[in-house]
């Protein structure tokens, strides 16, 4: 069964960078061709999309708009992980980040990694 890992969360103070990754428990199981997102959810509040990267040619990126310019997702299918390159950070973004990936027909979410951000 697959399973999603993220890493890189942490406390960060306001104006700050921090780098998440995502990357199958096993590699037998590839992000190639698979659209990966990155979702947070916030104390008291529901999960929202932050980033999708498509699985197609170009890997077409969407975000959400309280993260554009200051967010990139991206996809390294040689190592088979997906990143969340976050600047700017403000106390706004502090939140549980999520990936996410559907295999075949299962929607998979990892287990989530803290961001804090201190002002």
């Known amino acids: 069964q697959v399973q999603l890992v993220e890493s890189g969360g942490g406390l960060v103070q306001a104006g700050g960078s921090l780098r998440l990754s995502c990357a199958p428990s096993e590699s037998i199981f590839r992000i190639n061709g698979r659209t990966m997102g990155w979702y947070r959810q916030a104390p008291g509040k529901q999960r929202e999309m932050v980033a999708i990267?498509?699985?197609?040619?170009?890997?077409?990126?969407n975000y959400a708009d309280s993260v554009k310019g200051r967010f990139t997702i991206s996809r390294d299918n040689a190592k088979n992980t997906v990143q969340l390159q976050m600047n700017s950070l403000n106390s706004d973004d502090t939140a549980v980040y999520y990936c996410n990936g559907r295999f075949g027909s299962v929607e998979v979410w990892g287990q989530g990694t803290p961001v804090t951000v201190s002002s």
């Open positions: 990267i498509s699985g197609g040619g170009g890997g077409r990126t």
